[in-house]
Structures are given as structure tokens and as C-alpha cells.
């Protein structure tokens, strides 16, 4: 645990003294969510809510969409340290390897709470999202569900690919696949009927589910309950499997 | 403090330990010399648990390093030979971290940094950032990384590769004053002059196997040799009875022997000409360790 948290403090002062990233992060979906908001509007209100603007679906998907281009940050962070060399410095000390693992994940999952929470702020006074009813709790619970499972699934990820570029491929697509299909992009009432079919088996949907509770159907803590239970079962699964399969002397190539 | 014994490591064909022991004791400095792929770093890399060995048992301060392994690491600082700091905190949160993440809490992991950071000569930098050192500055924080939770055993693979002279002396004075303070000390090195001044126990390594090992004075004196070492510009050298130079490189012979350098040119007469150097062996570390292995230290392992 002591020596989890130690890690973890040096992860957050990284990305602290290192920001651009997840400044860029959070520049993108600005620019992007006003150029959709107004089709996605019309589209909800064809769809049965009359009252809806767009920016229910538009700001939670982009959140969800580059939430997972944060999450690959994580899995970075690992390759990170055996470019830097300090891994093996890491290794030789008391640190288990399931604490090393953790280390590195635990602050990426609270700093994408923070970059959801930091976009659903942006969303509301920039382009009039708004709760009506709903429950801001309940949408913090459903960003963290989603937080873990993402970081579940770069972890896995890191623990099993060996390069960096790997690492890029499953970032890229995982964030636009998992996106697309899961309703973060277009709603899911306007994805071809196959496309819904697959949608379950993705994290996207299960956040967007959550989200549409609380957004567009005014729902509280315990609506989002199944979506978060989901997510947060299925990061926690991948977690341990991550953990089980990580080998920390496994050699990972950074520039690879 | 620390008992290796028989340590064995194989890379499919290549063995890169043979049964290797090493002891160090508490507050003893030892050097491991061997050429490059002798099996130094393999051996460090075993002993910190960086690689899990073949065969072999260590111990270090009475723990079993392969049933207790984090136990034992909590006993060792280590810095590899590639440097590994993190380039984007300051040298004070660098040897923060490592403090840290030995056990010590944050009174004791700031006044060790500020301590380490003096004794290596980085006091003035603590609040630059890694990637902002120059290379010898970067190779000081590498080691003092190693040395910020007092070690009961240090191990430093290679410390001053690289490095410039004021970084030599202030990691070869930061070693010396580890071990007044009772550690043990595995050094590797290719500057037998490091060795010499640390004032060094010596373990000799070669293809895998530990060769010779002993205070300086002893190995002198039972190992070392004098002769000549000379380059011709591919002239075969004269033989005879009591002239046998064996070829250690490419054109490159030593001979062994009470010999001297015009005894050296009069066994050449008019070939004289194709010497290219002559190099006096005296009883030192290099010809200690040219008689051990049969190689010069700056040798390249040839497999």
C-alpha cells in the first residue's frame, strides 16, 4: 500500500509538471461538441424528447470518446518508465508488481474523473447542459465507473503488448470503436440495428447508458446503478486479469 | 552482509554464470572487475532480484533473496548501469520518490535527499529538473538515488561510465563514506583506478566464473606478472626456448617474463621495424587481472 501511494504520488507530480497532453485533451472536444450539438439535438427530439438540446448526448459522448484517448495515458506511463529506465529501479525495490501496476493506474483513474467532470463543467456553461432533474451525483457515479473500466482495459493492455506503438493501436481504436459503437458519437437510436446489437459489449455504452438516465430521463443514484455496477465489474475484472498477466520483467520497448 | 553461492545463469547456449560466488561484508567495498559480458551485470541483476537466476542461493543481512525478496530488497540500493531518473521532477523529488518508496517517511526522505544531494554535489540543483542535468550531473542523481535510504548493501554497476573527473571523485567519496558507515559495496568498474583508490577487496569475473579474489596486495602478490605487451603491423614476432609471445588480439602479443624493452628489440633485430607499441607490464590490477583471465580488462568478450 505505502509503497502504491508512493508511486502514485510520482505519477501525479509527472503529469502535473507535464500537462500538455490532457490540455490538448481538453481543447479537442470544445471545438467538436458545439459542431454537433445541434444535429444531435434534433435528432433526440425526433426521437422523443422534445426538450433535449444536444448537449445531453454530445458532452458525455465526447467525454466518453476522448476518455478513452485519456485512459491510454496510463498504459503509456508504463512504457514511460522503461524508457526512462527507471523501471528496473522500481522492480529492485521493495514494490511488488501488482503494486507497481496499481500505482501507475490509480492516478490516472482519478485524473479521468477529473477530465469527465472538467468537460461535463465546460458542457454546462458553455453549451447549456443542465441536470433537469437529474442527478449530479449520480453522473459523477457513472464517470468513475467508466474511469475504471477504461483504465482496466489499457492496463491489460500494457501488461500484455510490448511496445509503444502497440500500445498507440489499442488507444486509437479502442477510443473510436468503443466510441462509435457504443452511442458515444451519434445516438444509439440512429446506429444501424447490428451496431446496437454489438453496443452492450463495449464500455461506451454502458457510460452513455448511465448518462441518458440522468441527462435526458431525470434519473437519480439508484437509475445508474446497473450501468455503473456493470462498468465497474468489468474494469475491476480486467484489473485482475492485468495484474495476474503483468510480468515485470518483461521487456517493453518505448521507442519501438 | 551479503553470501551469493553458486549462482548459474544460461541464455539458451550461453552461459552467462558458472557457479559464481560473492561475499561482501559489512562496511567492505568490493570490485567486481571482468570484461564486458563476463557476467557482472547478470550477477548485480540476480542479487537485486532484477533476474531470476538458474541455480544458486543469496543472502542478504540473513534474509533469503529468493523466498523473502521484497525483505531483502528493502536491505539494497542499486544503480544500474543505464541511468534511470525521472526527467520531468526535480532532483529534490527524485530522491524524494526513491526515499519513499524504500520506507522512509517524509522528515527522513527530505534530510537524506538534502544530505545525498551534498555528498554527490548536487545541493545547488535540487530544484532542477532531471532532464535539465548535464550527463555527469544526471549519472550523480542516478547514484544518488541509489544511496538516499542508507543501503545496508549498495551495489553500483558501472558508476562513473562516462562520467567527468569531478563526478568520478564525488561518487568514488560518497561510496567510501557509505561504507565507513557500514555498508557493503559492489562496484563495478572499468577504471582500475577506481578500485585502487576506493581501496577495494577485488573479485575477478570472467566468462561466468569468479577467477581470483582478494584484498589488492594479496592478488599482487600471487597473481601479477611483468613482461611486455606489443603491437606489430602484422609481422609475425620471432619465437624461441624462452620467447613465446601469445597473440591476446588482432597483431596485438604479450610475453611474460623478466623482459625488458631492448631485450624486446634485440629479439626483433632487423625486424625491429614492424613493432608498431611496446608496452611495459608492471605488477598492478591490469596485469593481475592479464594474468588471471589471459585478457586486458578493456578487452571485448569474444563469444
Known sequence: ?256 | MLVARGLTKSYGDVHALRGADLDVKAGQIVGLLGRNGAGKTTMLSIIAGLLAPDGGSVEIGGIDAFTNPRDAARLVGIAPQDTGIYPVITVRENLEFFGELAGLDRKARSSRAEEVAERLGLEQLLDRRGGKLSGGETRRLHTACALVHTPKLLMLDEPTVGADVATRVQVIEAVRKLAEDGAAVVYTTHYLQEIESLAAEVVIIDSGEVLAAGSQEDLISNHSLSGVRFVTDGHPPPTGPDFEPVEVAENTYRVVGDLQMPDLLARFGDDSSHLVSVETLRPDLETVFLAVTGSRLDDEVTA
Open chain 1, 1 to 256: 500500500m505505502r509503497t502504491t501511494l508512493a508511486v502514485t504520488k510520482v505519477q501525479l507530480r509527472i503529469m502535473k509538471n507535464d500537462p500538455w497532453f490532457l490540455i490538448v485533451m481538453l481543447g479537442m472536444p470544445l471545438v467538436v461538441m458545439p459542431l454537433f450539438k445541434q444535429t444531435i439535438g434534433l435528432s433526440l427530439v425526433a426521437n422523443g424528447f422534445p426538450d433535449a438540446s444536444g448537449a445531453e448526448i454530445v458532452v458525455p459522448g465526447q467525454a466518453v470518446l476522448f476518455g478513452f484517448f485519456v485512459g491510454g495515458s496510463a498504459g503509456f506511463s508504463v512504457f514511460r518508465e522503461h524508457g526512462w529506465r527507471t523501471w528496473d529501479r522500481l522492480r529492485a525495490s521493495a514494490a511488488s508488481p501488482a503494486s507497481l501496476l496499481f500505482g501507475i493506474a490509480i492516478p490516472w483513474i482519478i485524473i479521468h474523473v477529473a477530465y469527465q467532470a472538467a468537460l461535463f463543467g465546460a458542457g454546462y456553461l458553455l453549451l447549456g447542459l443542465r441536470w433537469n432533474g437529474g442527478s449530479p451525483i449520480a453522473s459523477l457515479m457513472v464517470m468513475a465507473g467508466y474511469a475504471v473500466v477504461v483504465i482496466g482495459i489499457i492496463m491489460l493492455a500494457a501488461a500484455t503488448l510490448r511496445t509503444m506503438n502497440q500500445m498507440g493501436v489499442v488507444q486509437n481504436v479502442g477510443a473510436m470503436a468503443f466510441g462509435g459503437l457504443g452511442g458515444a458519437l451519434v445516438p444509439l437510436e440512429q446506429l444501424p440495428g447490428w451496431a446496437e446489437a454489438v453496443a452492450p459489449f463495449t464500455p461506451a455504452y454502458w457510460a452513455m447508458e448511465g448518462h441518458r438516465e440522468v441527462l435526458l430521463k431525470s434519473g437519480g443514484i439508484t437509475d445508474v446503478l446497473g450501468p455503473v455496477a456493470i462498468l465497474i465489474g468489468s474494469g475491476a475484472a480486467l484489473a485482475a486479469l492485468a495484474a495476474r498477466r503483468f510480468r515485470a520483467d518483461e521487456t517493453k520497448e518505448f521507442f519501438a
